[in-house]
Each structure stands twice: as C-alpha cells, then as structure tokens.
C-alpha cells in the first residue's frame, strides 16, 4: 500500500456511497464496493478477499505504467478503468458479439456513479471466476453467468421494480452465505459427474453418451442457450442426462430431433456416396496409390531404389 498508485485503487473502492444494502446485513465501517456483490449475491468470504487483492493490483499494475512517476499524488482515472475494462470483458464481449447480443454493462448517466460502477463490473467478473472451480474449462459458460448477473447488479442498482412482486428487484441467487457455490456452481458440476458415473446394472454408460466439460460448453455457442433462462431451468436440456437424449443430435426433444437428424443422416449419406465414387473411380486402388507416390507429376516414373 505504500505506492501511491496502489493506495489511489483502494482508497476508490471503499467508495460504497448510494449502494442499496440488504435490510438484514450488518454494514462494517471498513466495507468496499466488494463487500456488497458478496452480501447481494452470497459469494464465500475468502474469495472476496481473494479477488480484492486481485483486482487492486490488477488496476494498480495498469495505473503504473500510464501515469507519469513524478506525479505525486496520483487519482483513479477513468482511462485507467477502461483498459482494465477491455483486457477483462474482451472475451466476453466477444461472446455477445457472436450471439448477436448487447452486453451488460450498462453505465449511470451521472458521472459521479460511473467509477464506481465500473469497479462493481469488474469485481462481480472476478468473483464469479474465483468462485467458478472447474468451470474455468467452460469459459462460454461463465459468459453466460456474468451476462445476467451484472444485468441484475445493474437492475439493483438502478432501482428497478419487479412486475410480479412490486418490490425491488434482488438476485435470483442471493440472500444466503454461500449462495453462488451452491445454487449455480454446484449444480453445473454434478452433470459431469453425473455422466461419469452413470451406469447401467453392474457396467458403465456407453462413451458417447457421457459429457465432458467442453461438450458442455459448446452449448453456450448458440442462442439456443438463452432457453436456459435465469434462474435456470431446471428441466433445460442442458440439465437432463445423456441417456435421456438422441444420441445422433443429443436433442430431448422430438421435433427438433427429427429436423436435426435428417441433416445429419443426409449429409453423411452424402459423404459415404462421396467416398465410394472417389473409390471406385480408381482412387483407393493399390496401383493408383503406388503410382501416386512415385510419379514426379509429368508422368514418367522416379526410382524407387537409388
């Protein structure tokens, strides 16, 4: 803390003014902007001090090598957000690029606010990659994750009215210790061990249809995944096992399974007609094969012995 650059980071997240604190939730006087994604959507407390280490060097590393050494007493500018902004989210807008959605990360007209909420955008990314385990190999998905959270932390934050309720708006996960770990991470990582452990009488579930982590994630490529909804559905496709799906298309559901299983049956006809003409035709011959490889390509022969 002693480098100024470093201290100008921490001093603008304790910054906690205007954030709309659960009624239940005892505030510490020493509370920061990290504080309140951990009280609003219940993310373990080490990994909020984990990811405030993170995110103070993370910025101050940037601050240092933009802003000049003979500044003396150095401020948090937003320049400085910005490109710690685009090094963090470049993935994920990439994301919303390819699935032909806006981002999340909508920002106050008040100037005052802006910092601030910049900050909270990028801690609810860090702590939700903190938290994630071995969703880090399904970086789509925690795409997906991030993309309706920080809406919700922008819905909170702008004082939102829940149509159903009346009331304001709160996290679809929130309002328990734990809460992230439990309600989202938890139950994405039970369907891999799900589709490894699942077995038929005393012998194991064929290969084809166990689920690793990418084919998970592959999911999350299309804009079929917004079915999923948020809070997930729990009867999604993406939740059921794979016993339970196609498995030429791995679709439940039949209409999309017959329209999806004739592309694939006709294209792979397509493809066996291909080859057995390409075959026939002399292609796969032994005699064309050996003359392919010792033919200089203007027809006469090269020895094959020197």
Same mark, same amino acid.
């Given at each position: 803390?002693?480098?100024?650059?470093?201290?100008?980071?921490?001093?603008?997240?304790?910054?906690?003014?205007?954030? #709309?604190?659960?009624?239940?939730?005892?505030?510490?006087?020493?509370?920061?902007?990290?504080?309140?994604?951990?009280? +609003? @959507?219940?993310?373990?407390?080490?990994? !909020?001090?984990?990811?405030?280490?993170?995110?103070?060097?993370?910025?101050?590393?940037?601050?240092?090598?933009?802003?000049?050494?003979?500044?003396?007493? #150095?401020?948090?500018?937003?320049?400085?957000?910005?490109?710690?902004?685009?090094?963090?989210?470049?993935?994920?807008?990439?994301?919303?690029?390819?699935?032909?959605?806006?981002?999340?990360?909508?920002? #106050?007209?008040?100037?005052? =606010?802006?910092?601030?909420?910049?900050?909270?955008? +990028?801690?609810?990314?860090?702590?939700?990659?903190?938290?994630?385990?071995?969703?880090? @190999?399904?970086?789509?998905?925690?795409?997906?994750?991030?993309?309706?959270?920080?809406?919700?932390?922008? $819905?909170?934050?702008? $004082?939102? /009215?829940?149509?159903?309720?009346? =009331?304001?708006?709160?996290?679809?996960?929130?309002?328990?210790?734990?809460?992230?770990?439990?309600? /989202? !991470?938890? #139950?994405?990582?039970?369907?891999?061990?799900?589709?490894?452990? =699942?077995?038929?009488?005393?012998?194991?579930?064929?290969? +084809?249809?166990?689920?690793?982590?990418?084919?998970?994630?592959?999911?999350?490529?299309?804009?079929?995944? @917004?079915?999923?909804?948020?809070?997930?559905? /729990?009867?999604?496709?993406?939740?059921?096992?794979?016993?339970? +799906?196609?498995?030429?298309?791995?679709?439940?559901?039949?209409?999309?399974? !017959?329209? /999806?299983?004739?592309?694939?049956? *006709?294209?792979?006809?397509?493809?066996?007609?291909?080859?057995?003409?390409?075959?026939?035709?002399?292609?796969?011959?032994?005699?064309?094969?050996?003359?392919? *490889? @010792?033919?200089?390509?203007?027809?006469?022969?090269?020895?094959?012995?020197?």
């Amino acid at each position: 803390m002693r480098c100024p650059k470093i201290h100008a980071t921490y001093h603008t997240l304790r910054d906690t003014r205007g954030l #709309p604190w659960p009624k239940d939730h005892g505030k510490k006087e020493d509370a920061d902007l990290l504080d309140w994604p951990h009280a +609003m @959507f219940g993310f373990q407390k080490n990994n !909020v001090s984990n990811q405030r280490e993170h995110l103070i060097l993370l910025i101050g590393s940037i601050h240092i090598r933009q802003i000049s050494k003979h500044e003396q007493h #150095p401020k948090l500018d937003d320049h400085v957000l910005d490109t710690t902004m685009n090094k963090l989210f470049k993935n994920y807008k990439r994301w919303c690029k390819h699935l032909g959605r806006k981002t999340s990360l909508w920002l #106050p007209a008040i100037q005052q =606010e802006v910092q601030q909420r910049k900050l909270l955008y +990028m801690g609810l990314y860090l702590l939700i990659w903190g938290e994630a385990a071995n969703l880090w @190999f399904m970086p789509e998905c925690l795409c997906y994750l991030y993309h309706h959270m920080a809406f919700e932390l922008y $819905g909170v934050l702008a $004082g939102n /009215v829940s149509p159903s309720t009346g =009331e304001n708006v709160r996290p679809s996960y929130g309002g328990e210790e734990e809460a992230f770990l439990k309600k /989202v !991470v938890t #139950p994405i990582s039970k369907i891999v061990q799900m589709d490894e452990a =699942e077995r038929n009488g005393e012998t194991k579930s064929k290969h +084809m249809r166990r689920r690793n982590y990418d084919d998970l994630n592959a999911y999350f490529w299309s804009r079929g995944c @917004f079915r999923l909804g948020w809070p997930m559905r /729990v009867d999604a496709d993406f939740f059921k096992k794979r016993s339970n +799906m196609c498995e030429l298309c791995s679709s439940s559901t039949p209409q999309v399974c !017959v329209r /999806v299983c004739f592309i694939l049956a *006709t294209v792979r006809s397509w493809a066996q007609r291909s080859r057995r003409r390409w075959w026939w035709s002399g292609g796969g011959s032994p005699e064309f094969l050996w003359l392919s *490889t @010792f033919s200089d390509g203007s027809g006469s022969m090269k020895h094959a012995i020197t």
